[in-house]
């Protein structure tokens, strides 16, 4: 009898250690990737905040010299009114409308222009040709 051993073949894989690096380096980049843009996101934010809390720092400070020193009294919804109406025509006296809920009639304005309804039920208007995203 021969002494035949039967011969397997080698298998040949990646190392364990090769495995483990790349999938280190793959979770890096991945992490790297979120960081920066969250890092984006943010700083877009606080310079949004900022702007927006200069804006309304000032008008606060308006708000209240005419409170303090004003000895008439203050129509508040003819004054939230004029201040939505002055804002969007400061933006775009164009391409922006502001239209309180009672004057808005969709037929009159779905043509030319994108709606935004805000919480007190007013409109705010900007034509088709002036959106961000068109």
Not at 101 to 113: F, L, M
């Amino acid at each position: 009898m021969s002494d035949r051993r039967e011969r397997r073949p080698v298998k040949k894989g990646v190392p364990l250690g090769v495995t483990v690096t790349i999938a280190a380096i793959c979770s890096a980049i991945a992490f790297s990737g979120a960081y920066v843009y969250a890092m984006h996101t943010f700083n877009s934010k606080v310079t949004d905040l900022n702007e927006k809390q200069r804006m309304f720092t000032k008008l606060y400070e308006v708000d209240s010299a005419v409170r303090e020193n004003y000895k008439g009294s203050i129509d508040e919804e003819t004054l939230r009114e004029s201040l939505s109406s002055t804002y969007v025509k400061s933006v775009d006296n164009d391409n922006i409308l502001y239209v309180p809920e009672s004057d808005y009639n969709e037929g009159k304005y779905s043509k030319d222009y994108k709606s935004f309804k805000i919480s007190d039920g007013s409109y705010v208007l900007i034509k088709k040709s002036s959106l961000k995203n068109n």
